[in-house]
Every structure is written in C-alpha cells, then in structure tokens.
C-alpha cells in the first residue's frame, strides 16, 4: 500500500457541528501532516506529527484539534468553525520528519461550512 | 523572510517547445528543494527533489546556489505535462521542519 487515505471526500456542516477527518497510511511513515488549501492557493502546513507526537503547531485555531491515536492514523476534529475555513484539507505523511524525504498526499477532504 | 517564489502564475507553451518553471528561494544556508505537481483532479505527488539528483517524466532542476534558484526545465513539452506546479523548500525552524510551498505555476501546454 503506497497511498494516503482520506475520508470522507466531502464534507458539509454548520457552524455548530462536530465533525472528525480521518487519514490513514500503511506505509510505516512515522511523521504525518495536515495542510489546508484554498482554491488556486499553495498547501499551509497546520499540523506536524512525528512518531504521535505533536511537533509543529502553526497557530491554527483550537476549534481544530488534531489527533495521532497510532502511527497509521491521523485525526483532525473540528468544532464550531467559521465559513472562512472552507477549503481542500489535506493530509501527508512521509518516513521521518527530516529532511530528504518526499511527501506522500492524500486526495484530501473538501469542507464547506454553511 | 524565508519564502519560495514561483514569479508565474500561469505558463503557456506549445507542445514541443521547452519548458522552464521557475523557483527562487531566500533562505540562509542550503534548503532542501522540491518540486510537485498537481495534475487536475488528482492529488498532489512528489515530481523530484535537488538532493537526487534524478530526472522523471523529462524533467530536471538543478539548484543554483548563486542566484538561489531551483527551475524545472524540460527540452519538449508534452500535451500531459499540464498541471500546477508548486516549489517547495524543506527548512529547520525554531518549532521544527517544515515543507513550504511557492504560490505555484499552471502549466498549459497548448497544441
């Protein structure tokens, strides 16, 4: 398994509303990533996991919370967002947060907050 | 500051001509450098990266230290070839590493 699995693809919910995106690998990566994009816009890296621990928090808003339960799995719940936080989220992993190694994407998550 | 500059927004060739997508970076010491591409409707993937060396689907980039540069180049485009193309520099800060994206260039080869 070479892929980065995101579910769900689409995503629709109020501002009230808890929600979780899940992100999955099978390749033994030991460091993951959550970026958000917005259209015709690059990646912002939010989140950094390595080896489940969170090391990189780029300022992102507690009304997303991240979540490494394994190394496989990465979590991103979100509660009481805004409409400006509609965007493409993606999720990457690669084998260690260093230097030297490519990422590997997943098709990402596409939200929209009504 | 330390950013990733792609000067186009959009590139467009004829199929057959050369192709340079151009990157600048203004970090101190040497980033590590990528290149990915964003085919419509598919998800981002890794094209090649400065320390390799390699050359995939046709393309090369060298870095130039001097001029701080890291262009995608490749002799003949082809019609597939169109896509978003983002540099990306690998940089060690204060809170850790992280890989950050230039703003990206469409590549649209025309026939």
């Known amino acids: 398994d070479t892929e980065v699995t995101q579910t769900p693809k689409h995503l629709v919910m109020g501002m009230t509303n808890k929600k979780s995106l899940k992100c999955e690998q099978h390749?033994?990566?030991?460091?993951m990533y959550w970026y958000k994009q917005k259209a015709k816009k690059p990646p912002e890296l939010m989140f950094v996991y390595s080896y489940e621990k969170l090391s990189i928090n780029e300022s992102v808003p507690s009304r997303f919370s991240p979540e490494c339960p394994n190394s496989s799995l990465l979590n991103l719940h979100l509660h009481a967002l805004q409409p400006e936080d509609s965007a493409l989220y993606l999720c990457?992993?690669?084998?260690?947060?260093?230097?030297?190694?490519?990422?590997?994407f997943g098709s990402g998550t596409r939200l929209t907050v009504v | 500051a330390q950013r990733v500059t792609q000067p186009e927004k959009l590139l467009s060739v004829f199929k057959g001509a050369p192709v340079e997508l151009k990157c600048n970076y203004s970090?101190?010491?040497?980033?590590?450098l990528f290149w990915y591409v964003q085919y419509s409707r598919q998800r981002l993937q890794l094209l090649l990266r400065h320390i390799s060396r390699e050359s995939i689907k046709g393309f090369t980039a060298d870095l130039n230290k001097g001029e701080t540069s890291f262009h995608l180049k490749k002799p003949f485009a082809q019609e597939e070839d169109s896509a978003m193309y983002y540099c990306a520099a690998y940089i060690l800060t204060g809170g850790g590493n992280k890989l950050t994206f230039g703003t990206g260039t469409q590549l649209k080869v025309e026939l």
């Open positions: 970090y101190s010491g040497s980033p590590e």
């Open positions: 990457a992993s690669s084998q260690r947060a260093g230097s030297n190694y490519g990422y590997t």
């Open positions: 390749m033994g990566h030991r460091a």
